[in-house]
């Protein structure tokens, strides 16, 4: 099983570069959301989508952008690099059955801005 | 809103020894706490969950215990391995904001030989 596939591995910006980060479940997950690590500071919520065509922020959604046109897909854009957001960014998805289902994380995109 | 604290923020035990990570959270409302794993290059993995219902949990090695008046919970991994050298996260999530949950900032857990 695939299960949380994040593409790519590693990324180098420029500042004032986009790009968009891809996540895809193939475990038919309702709730899908993508999170940002920094050191000493744990995964922090970027954005979340509870389902197809809905999309909320979470923590520190600024400088990103998502949709969800797909139960698989659940893409994070970044509009105009900027240095703060070197960071390594984690998509989750879990099934909405239940608020305490545990979630599921890819392996991570390292970004680097310069 | 939710603030959950981690501590320690680095824990060097002897092989075959216990671990101990402690974790805090700031909103009564939270009701659900799971414990990630995280290895060098991977996503955090669930290890362990407890609810608010329960006080504690046990899955082979790793034991997690909560104490909601001092809103405070902990893992347990007794005889340690080289396997359980990686960052640990709690986390806690209130059931009013079921999408959102609130990380701690992670322990670095070595197991030394």
């Known amino acids: 099983n695939a299960g949380v596939t994040q593409t790519p591995k590693f990324q180098v910006l420029k500042t004032g570069q986009s790009m968009t980060l891809q996540c895809a479940q193939d475990?038919?997950?309702?709730?899908m959301s993508w999170y940002r690590q920094d050191p000493g500071m744990g995964l922090r919520l970027i954005h979340y989508?509870?389902?197809?065509?809905?999309?909320d922020q979470g923590e520190v959604p600024n400088g990103y952008n998502v949709s969800r046109s797909t139960t698989e897909d659940f893409p994070l854009r970044l509009l105009s690099a900027a240095p703060s957001q070197t960071s390594v960014y984690f998509c989750?998805?879990?099934?909405?059955?239940?608020?305490?289902?545990?979630?599921?994380f890819g392996d991570g995109t390292r970004l680097s801005i310069l | 809103g939710e603030n959950v604290e981690q501590h320690p923020s680095t824990l060097s035990v002897q092989e075959g020894d216990s671990a101990v990570i402690k974790c805090t959270y700031s909103?009564?409302?939270?009701?659900?706490f799971p414990w990630y794993k995280q290895e060098l290059g991977k996503g955090p993995q669930l290890i362990i969950d407890i609810r608010s219902n329960v006080g504690e949990k046990k899955d082979q090695r790793i034991a997690v215990t909560l104490n909601k008046t001092a809103k405070h919970f902990s893992l347990h991994i007794t005889e340690t391995q080289p396997e359980d050298s990686a960052v640990y996260f709690c986390?806690?999530?209130?059931?009013?904001?079921?999408?959102?949950?609130?990380f701690g900032s992670g322990t670095r857990l070595s197991i030394r030989p």
């Open positions: 909103d009564s409302a939270s009701n659900y």
């Open positions: 989508s509870v389902g197809a065509g809905i999309t």
């Open positions: 986390a806690a999530s209130p059931y009013s904001s079921a999408s959102k949950i609130i």
């Open positions: 989750a998805s879990r099934t909405g059955q239940g608020w305490d289902q545990p979630q599921h």
């Open positions: 475990m038919n997950h309702e709730y």
